[in-house]
């Protein structure tokens, strides 16, 4: 890997780099004992990291390209015998590359906003040959996206006002608003294999010592209390005659809490 950094001054600096990777291959466990192949990557990225309007506003800027060469893939597949396996194979050669900003400002005295952005190309050049447990049929993927590749995601964090007691402790409330476009979960791209977009809020409330030697925190996470599927996968039934199956994860649904935490 080759790094370059240029500091234009104090509050600026530019930075680019290149570099190459290599992962090793192996073998399956269970009942498949499939080989994948080793997995290289040659990446590049440039950007930025900026402090404006003295320094009330950071904002980090940045582009960045990957090409892999037999990109090793995680699945759930239908081995021998009908029995689910997790399996490693390889696509022959897979592209990603995007755009990505995120920061922090300070609004007014108090205050805090993080923010992040991001777009996301990322897709298989050539995959040919991959079987469908969904239909039995083998399939150029090709083309397609890669596996929960969204390709817009924005992160908004606010903190309104930090509250500071006589005794010098403080009381923070923070609320964070998530984006994700829609996304596949399967590497063939089926309609049924689609998560559409959503929006996900989290609360908290922050309580810290003045020494911050112990803190409680109170938290709400997915407000919405939205059903969002992580990932799917293929199967089949144990019941009744052998057919397909189709089967998904859910993230959490609405989870609430308190955190008490301390240093010694």
Do not use: C
């Not at 990777?21 to 040659?42: C, H, M, W």
């Not at 993080?114 to 190309?121: P, S, V």
């Not at 609320?175 to 689609?194: F, G, I, M, T």
């Amino acid at each position: 890997r080759v790094a370059l950094d240029y500091a234009l001054d104090d509050d600026h600096l530019l930075y680019a780099s290149a570099g190459t990777g290599y992962k090793s291959g192996g073998f399956n466990r269970g009942t498949s004992q499939a080989i994948y192949d080793p997995e290289t990557v040659l990446a590049f990225e440039v950007g930025s990291k900026s402090s404006l309007f003295d320094r009330r506003l950071r904002l980090n800027l940045s582009a960045f390209y990957y090409d892999y060469e037999d990109l090793q893939l995680a699945q759930i597949e239908t081995g021998p015998g009908g029995v689910i396996e997790n399996i490693t194979r390889n696509a022959a050669s897979s592209e990603i590359w995007g755009l990505e900003a995120e920061g922090d400002a300070i609004p007014y005295p108090g205050a805090l906003l993080n923010f992040a952005l991001g777009y996301l190309h990322a897709e298989f050049e050539r995959f040919p040959n991959v079987l469908d447990d969904l239909t039995g049929q083998i399939e150029d993927l090709s083309g397609n996206r890669l596996v929960n590749a969204p390709e817009f995601t924005a992160t908004l964090g606010f903190e309104p006002y930090t509250f500071v007691f006589s005794n010098g402790a403080t009381l923070v409330p923070r609320v964070q608003l998530h984006y994700q476009s829609a996304a596949h979960l399967r590497v063939q791209n089926k309609p049924e294999d689609r998560r559409d977009d959503f929006t996900r809020t989290d609360l908290r409330l922050r309580y810290s010592a003045a020494n911050e030697s112990w803190f409680a925190e109170a938290y709400v996470e997915n407000l919405e209390d939205r059903s969002v599927l992580s990932s799917v996968s293929t199967g089949t039934l144990r019941i009744g005659p052998p057919a397909p199956s189709f089967k998904g994860t859910f993230m959490a649904p609405r989870v609430w809490g308190l955190v008490l935490g301390a240093r010694f």
